[in-house]
């Protein structure tokens, strides 16, 4: 074991044991390994340990690793920073979080991407409600239903899946494809009923009924 306030390393430290430190100085590249007989199992090779000297932690008490670079102006600023953190100090029902954070302006970092301690996922957001829980716009070449009643929700509109059937605003399709609701619906390309490829704004292939209600 070795203790010290602050550690400057030039060439190369080799540690058997443990070092406790208030600052780790490499002038070049810093470098963790280990060999050990454990060929099927992950290594805790470092360990960011966070106590408080009150009495117990509060929610929010956590460690980072802190990412830093030179600007044009010559002086180091922070670009990034991994966190994980209690949200939930109870020592019988623990829950932690794990969060990614950014800057893209001067000044601080501002998180980006959360885990939380139930495994949802939050991109936009520090509470995802569901395994992905997106705030802002997204873009995605496919979404796949991997269950015949799955069920989303897009900006308050519930798109579901049931039985081969699709719906949007419903839950419950009753049809092959069923709108529920009111509002304008807007298509960018053409749109085909009966054919896989419509060569107009709206091609139809097969007949068409239609009915005309009083004004």
Known sequence: NATTTNLAVTGTLTSYSSIVTQSLTATSSLTISASDTASSSVNNLLTLEHLSTQTGGLAGIGSAILFSAEDTGGSSTTTARILSALSNVSTTSPASYLAFETKNITGSLTERLRIDSNGNLGIGTTSPYAKLSVVGEAVAR???????????TFQGTTVATSGGS???GTSSPSTFFSVAGNGNSYFAGYVGIGT????????????????????
């Open 142 to 152: 496919n979404f796949t239903a991997t269950s015949t009643n799955a069920t989303s």
């Open 166 to 168: 699709f719906g949007v």
């Open 196 to 215: 896989a490829s419509p060569g107009a704004k709206l091609d139809v292939a097969g007949d068409i009924m239609g009915t005309q209600s009083g004004n």
